[in-house]
């Protein structure tokens, strides 16, 4: 049913409610995962256009990523890591074309009306620039 998963995660601990689930779901359906951490700093947004060097937060996420799947390879997962930067809701989509993935798996931190205004919501951004199916699951408030 899906055979390839996409996993925004933004280097906190809502990655360990996602991954969990993902896990679940990849090892039931045999899925591939593919990574995704969208930098969204101003080095990450301009980093192209200006020819600008990997910031120190750059290098960590990159990292990050790398661990991740590495951790994830050693499971038995067929997974890999994609570091985007940019506007995360249209790089999560841009990605899941790209790579082929026919589901997009992701935390969510539960924001409701005003908050949802006041912080903004990739999520909410992300179900209306995709048709690839979304499975939402609220992070834990830990």
């Not at 038995?76 to 841009?94: H, M, S, T, W």
């Not at 589901?103 to 969510?108: H, K, Y």
């Not at 205004?117 to 690839?132: C, E, K, Y």
Request: aromatic letters at 2%.
């Amino acid at each position: 049913m899906y055979s390839r998963i996409l996993v925004p995660l933004e280097n906190s601990p809502a990655d360990n409610t996602i991954l969990a689930h993902v896990r679940q779901l990849a090892k039931q359906l045999g899925s591939s995962l593919v990574l995704i951490h969208v930098a969204d700093g101003w080095v990450a947004r301009n980093i192209n256009e200006l020819d600008l060097r990997e910031s120190e937060e750059i290098k960590q996420d990159r990292a990050y990523l790398k661990d991740l799947c590495s951790g994830l390879e050693a499971e038995g997962f067929d997974a890999d890591a994609v570091l985007a930067g940019g506007e995360p809701a249209r790089e999560i989509a841009a990605a899941a074309e790209r790579e082929q993935c026919d589901l997009i798996a992701m935390a969510t931190h539960g924001h409701r009306l005003l908050a949802d205004v006041v912080h903004g919501s990739v999520a909410t951004a992300l179900r209306h620039m995709t048709r690839i199916p979304i499975l939402m699951v609220r992070a834990d408030k830990k």
